[in-house]
């Protein structure tokens, strides 16, 4: 698959508001959705070396222009109080699955690519250990969110298509209401990055820009 930069830090403002613009112009907007942060959290998916340096098979060009909206989220779930959490994804052969099968590949529990990005790094929250696409699979996440009274979870992170996409599913089939980041999530193209945000917005999730979520 051909990777592409679709956003930048000189682009992604403009182009995630056209995004937005396409899908209000499907009608896909859920408009009566509103978050409401005093029942909301923040999971933040996968940030880690292993998806954002350019040493990994698995980089993604476009993943370090969302890294300053997802600071911003960051400091408005912080200044609010509202809970945080990160997710991890780590595998062995044991704990992989399909996904083993899939990718020929696993992000190693002990490895350096493992770990969070230094921006991320020492930011206070909740650590979620996750070996699938789902930060809900076999994690106490729901639990969590569930003891903290919260309805409604925002979502940003890495990749839009597998681990937020799928993530944000689960969430909704438990009957939480999602926010979906359109300029805080990243895959490794447009086409793949939009189908999702497509898709999710017609049944799913409220897509939303972080500067929305900044404004409250």
């Known amino acids: 698959m051909e990777k592409k930069e679709y956003f930048s830090s000189k682009s992604i403002y403009q182009k995630s508001g056209q995004m937005l613009e396409k899908i209000k112009a499907l009608g896909l907007a859920h408009t009566d959705s509103k978050l409401e942060l005093k029942k909301a959290a923040l999971l933040v998916l996968d940030l880690q070396k292993y998806f954002f340096s350019n040493e990994s098979h698995a980089y993604i060009p476009s993943a370090s222009a969302i890294i300053p909206n997802i600071l911003n989220l960051l400091e408005v779930f912080k200044s609010n109080n509202r809970p945080i959490f990160f997710s991890k994804h780590c595998n ?3 704990s992989a699955g399909m996904m083993a099968i899939w990718w020929k590949d696993l992000i190693k529990k002990n490895s350096e ?7 991320i790094d020492g930011w206070n929250g909740t650590i979620i250990q996750k070996e699938r696409y789902d930060a809900f699979w076999q994690t106490p996440l729901e639990e969590y969110l569930i003891n903290n009274g919260i309805e409604q979870v925002v979502i940003c992170g890495v990749m839009t298509h597998l681990c937020c996409e799928t993530t944000a599913r689960s969430a909704f089939m438990r009957d939480f209401e999602v926010f979906f980041t359109i300029d805080g999530t990243a895959t490794y193209s447009e086409e793949l990055h939009m189908a999702s945000l497509l898709t999710l917005a017609h049944g799913f999730a409220k897509t939303i820009l972080c500067t ?4 409250k």
């Open 92 to 94: 062995d052969q044991n």
């Open 113 to 119: 690519m493992s770990n969070l990005i230094n921006e």
């Open 212 to 215: 929305e979520i900044a404004s």
